[in-house]
């Protein structure tokens, strides 16, 4: 935070120290947010919030722009479909095994079976029970 208010007090216009702000500050506190989102506890999570805040109020943030836990959960969402897509996914073992079964059932986000839910902080047990209610 110091350097973008050293950057804004040499005339750096806004865009470019939100532009910064995005790419270094956001792609710091959010890298590999898939792997470690389920681990964080409720006050590390409120840490990351508050410095955002503190982005938006220094304007190097918009107040409409997505929180840091709709951007993990983005995250998320992205890589979860490219591991179901691609079946040559380093990740795509870790899946359980495909269920079949010949029910006309609502649509679901996959169709591994759902087994017994032993870590959500996980995230492939996470994204396999995403939703699952």
Do not use: C
């Not at 982005?55 to 107040?63: D, F, K, P, T």
Request: aromatic fraction near 12%.
């Amino acid at each position: 935070m110091y350097v973008l208010q050293v950057l804004r007090s040499h005339g750096l216009n806004d865009a470019a120290l939100k532009d910064i702000y995005r790419s270094v500050a956001m792609a710091k506190l959010l890298y590999a947010s898939s792997a470690w989102w389920g681990f964080a506890t409720a006050s590390d999570k409120h840490r990351i919030e508050d410095f955002v805040r503190r982005g938006v109020r220094l304007q190097l943030y918009g107040a409409a722009d997505p929180t840091p836990t709709q951007l993990a959960e983005d995250a998320d969402e992205t890589l979860f479909s490219r591991i179901i897509r691609n079946r040559h996914h380093v990740l795509y073992r870790f899946l359980p095994k495909p269920n079949s079964h010949q029910h006309n059932l609502r649509p679901r986000r996959h169709n591994f079976s759902l087994s017994t839910k032993t870590d959500d902080r996980n995230f492939i047990i996470r994204q396999l029970f995403l939703d699952s209610y």
